[in-house]
């Protein structure tokens, strides 16, 4: 992600639950739920010069993030002018067997399709 009107950062995430360790065909699976914290920072339009269009604006950005993320998962610091959503979610993890690192997949309406692909049957229908 490269635009520069938009400084994105995440907190490191919590682990709420893992369940369902699974091993098939030289892969570990588990479902976990996680928690994290989204920060977004937008870079106003210098042009704006008055105080009022400079609120008006925020105001939009504030509606905006509220209505895309839900109104209690969002909060905004005027001092930093700065946006923290709230997500709270579910991945798969994977760890292949000669590679140390985990792979995550997060479930969602739209990795619906790459999870049916990539997570095999035996794994859904374990949970």
Known sequence: FNNPQIIISY?????????????YQEKTYVLMEY???LMIKFVLDIAIESKEEKEDQLNLQIN????????????????TETFSVYEKKSAYGILY?????????????????????????EILNSK
């Open 11 to 23: 907190e490191t995430p919590k682990i709420l639950s893992i369940k369902n360790t699974n091993e």
């Open 35 to 37: 928690e994290a914290t």
């Open 64 to 79: 905006n993030m509220k209505e895309t993320f839900g109104e209690e998962f969002v909060k905004f610091d005027r001092e």
């Open 97 to 121: 067997k000669n590679d140390p690192e985990w792979n995550f997949l997060v479930i969602d309406e739209s990795s619906q399709l790459l999870i049916d692909k990539i997570i095999p049957a």
